[in-house]
């Protein structure tokens, strides 16, 4: 796991939310407790990186949610919080240990 910058930022690429959940999310009880809020470790999907570094991440089992797609600005470093890059076997314990494995096979 590293963090996510702007050259490797690209389509298709798999990517872990590592912030907390009210860093982005609508607080709630309910919310959280449901899973319907990005929480973290969290695995998302880069959708579509614009010319100026913003990416927009799709994340896993979110899909109705209003955070489903979220945009993502990189710091002055290159580097975009809170989002990790990684290897194919954490990806998929990131899955298969989620509420989210049904919704998004790795």
Request: include cysteine; proline fraction near 8%; charge should be negative.
């Amino acid at each position: 796991m590293r963090a996510l910058t702007t050259e490797e930022a690209a389509p298709r690429r798999r990517v872990i939310y590592v912030g907390r959940a009210a860093e982005r999310s609508p607080t709630g009880a309910d919310l959280l407790d449901s899973g319907g809020i990005l929480a973290e470790h969290h695995p998302g999907i880069i959708d579509h990186v614009c010319d100026d570094g913003q990416v927009y991440v799709r994340f896993v089992g979110l899909e109705d949610e209003p955070l489903s797609d979220s945009t993502w600005v990189p710091g002055a470093s290159g580097r975009y919080p809170a989002l990790v890059l990684v290897d194919p076997e954490e990806w998929e314990a990131a899955v298969v240990s989620s509420s989210w494995a049904a919704a998004f096979p790795a």
